[in-house]
Each structure stands twice: as structure tokens, then as C-alpha cells.
T-cell receptor
Framework: DARVTQTPRHKVTEMGQEVTMRCQPI?????VFWYRQTMMQGLELLAY????????DSGMPKDRFSAEMPDATLATLKIQPSEPRDSAVYFC????????????FGQGTRLTVV | GNSVTQMEGPVTLSEEAFLTINCTYT??????LFWYVQYPGEGLQLLLK?????DKGSNKGFEATYRKETTSFHLEKGSVQVSDSAVYFC??????????FGSGTRLSIRP
């Protein structure tokens, strides 16, 4: 089965450290989304890419977060420096634009910043 | 703009109860609508979809009918099980624009 792969699954880090989360979208998918999920805010959209170009990152704190797609098989979300309020589960989703297609989600990266 | 609005949770039911989670949409015409489910510790996964007006999607005993006259896509199940405890999200297609999922509806089923 084709699936979206996220690494690491869990990450515990100290405040101030850099965190990098990785996502391998399903081969052939041209759109990638990054979401953050917390109990308080639900599932928030951070950024999304189409054909590797960033289309919208308005949901992302620009001073510390950055998202890139160095190639079609890898999307990264970086936090530098990390803060305790960044603790959440971060999901990557991929899909094809146009038509009746659904989003395919990874298992998420659970980030804890202490 | 185009959007979907779903019932706030949490919803708590006893096993074998009937379930309805409301979802309405405002759009000039979505080609399809989706329900996703998120089980504890996992990512979202597609539960069912309907690809045009009056179409019914179904899976795992859940059903939803895409009703153009009421702009609704309510999720129903006749007899819920403890294993249905999860968070449910109604959403438009993964199409030309970003998908806003929100908080979903958290469902808890009591044995």
C-alpha cells in the first residue's frame, strides 16, 4: 500500500533546540500539506505546497518555522528555536489536485518541547 | 467562500445507539464531499465519500448522502460500537485550494 511516511514518530527536545520533521509523500502526488494538531486548536493548517512550490504558509509562525520541499519525495518542517508551546502532533498529508480526490495522511510526529 | 461546517463535539453515546454527526456546506458546487476518521494515536484516514449530488457514500456501517437541497452531508450509523470511538471530520475535496479541517467531532462510545 502506498502511504505517506513521516519521521520521526516521536521527538522530545529541550526548549531552544532545532527540530526537523520529515515527510515522504505518496509517489506521484503533487500537493503536500503540513498540519498541527492540539486539543485546544484542533487541526490547523500550517503550510502547503503544489509541485514543490509553497502556495500558502500563512498559518505558520514565520519567525521560527520554515517548510521546504527540496525534492518531490521529501517535505521538511523545521522549528528553530523550539518552544514548549510548539508541543503538538504534526501531520503531513499528500494528494493530487483537481477532481474528487482525498488527502492521504501520515501517522504524524508527536513533538514534546520541555 | 466555500466551506463545510460540522457539528461540535464531543458526542457520547452508548453502544448500539444511533449516530448522526451533522455536516453542511456552502459552495457553488463541490464535485464531492468526504468524511475522515482519526483513531487514537493515528492520522486521519478516509472513511467514505460521495462524488455528486444524491450520491451515498458508505463504509464500516457508516453512511452519508450528499443532499444538494439541504446542502448537507450528515454522517450516520445505525448501531455504534466501542471501536467507533474516534474524531470525525467532514471536508471538501483535496482540490485546488487548502483544506481546513478544524476540530472535528469527537465521538466516545460507552460499553
Amino acid at each position: 500500500d502506498a502511504r505517506v511516511t513521516q519521521t520521526p514518530r516521536h521527538k522530545v527536545t529541550e526548549m531552544g533546540q532545532e527540530v526537523t520533521m520529515r515527510c515522504q509523500p505518496i509517489l506521484g502526488h503533487n500537493t503536500v500539506f503540513w498540519y498541527r494538531q492540539t486539543m485546544m486548536q484542533g487541526l490547523e493548517l500550517l503550510a502547503y505546497f503544489r509541485n514543490r512550490a509553497p502556495l500558502d504558509d500563512s498559518g505558520m509562525p514565520k519567525d521560527r518555522f520554515s517548510a521546504e520541499m527540496p525534492d518531490a519525495t521529501l517535505a521538511t518542517l523545521k522549528i528553530q528555536p523550539s518552544e514548549p508551546r510548539d508541543s503538538a502532533v504534526y501531520f503531513c498529508a499528500s494528494g493530487l489536485t483537481g477532481g474528487n480526490t482525498e488527502a492521504f495522511f501520515g501517522q504524524g510526529t508527536r513533538l514534546t518541547v520541555v | 467562500g466555500n466551506s463545510v461546517t460540522q457539528m461540535e463535539g464531543p458526542v457520547t453515546l452508548s453502544e448500539e445507539a444511533f449516530l448522526t454527526i451533522n455536516c453542511t456546506y456552502t459552495a457553488t458546487g463541490y464535485p464531492s464531499l468526504f468524511w475522515y476518521v482519526q483513531y487514537p494515536g493515528e492520522g486521519l484516514q478516509l472513511l467514505l465519500k460521495a462524488t455528486k449530488a444524491d450520491d451515498k457514500g458508505s463504509n464500516k456501517g457508516f453512511e452519508a448522502t450528499y443532499r444538494k437541497e439541504t446542502t448537507s452531508f450528515h454522517l450516520e450509523k445505525g448501531s455504534v460500537q466501542v471501536s467507533d470511538s474516534a474524531v470525525y471530520f467532514c471536508a471538501p475535496p483535496f482540490g485546488a485550494s487548502k483544506i481546513i479541517f478544524g476540530s472535528g467531532t469527537r465521538l466516545s462510545i460507552r460499553p
